[in-house]
């Protein structure tokens, strides 16, 4: 499956990223960062993953929020070192041991069958975890 973006660059680091059905995204020290964009897409894929497997499994909730914290090497070239994602899930049965498990178990699955995940693991530490609210 192939995906095309392009971007344009105008004024230095000022960019515009537009998908193949028209969609912009603003790149720029300003708006969106190189890495924000990374951590978005590994958020994305994660969760898309992970949704996947939680409806399968009819697991209920409210509302999820990913959040994904990394430390860059300094080096030249800089790469990323870790990242941390932590979803946070809201309107669950979080005191069932049972659905904790098998939310956690989702999470791991998402681990496993994410694109971006597998991608990035093979230069970064990642560690996912669960908090319920």
């Known amino acids: 499956m192939a995906n095309t973006i392009n971007i344009e660059f105008q ?42 497997v939680i409806n399968k499994k009819k697991l209920d909730y409210d509302k999820i929020t990913i959040s994904v914290d990394g430390e860059k090497i300094d080096d030249v070239p800089s790469f990323l070192k870790k990242a941390d994602i932590v979803f946070t899930i809201s309107g669950a049965e979080k005191d069932n041991e049972k659905i904790v498990a098998r939310f956690e178990k989702s999470l791991k699955l998402s681990e496993k069958y994410c694109s971006i995940y597998n991608t990035v693991i093979k230069i970064a530490e990642l560690n996912s975890s669960l908090v319920f609210e």
Do not use: I, R
Request: charged fraction near 15%; include cysteine.
């Open 11 to 52: 004024n230095g680091f000022n960019g515009v990223a537009t998908n193949e059905n028209g969609q912009e995204l603003h790149v720029s020290p300003d708006q969106w960062k190189p890495y924000e964009l990374l951590f978005t897409a590994l958020a994305s894929c994660m969760y898309s993953t992970f949704l996947d």
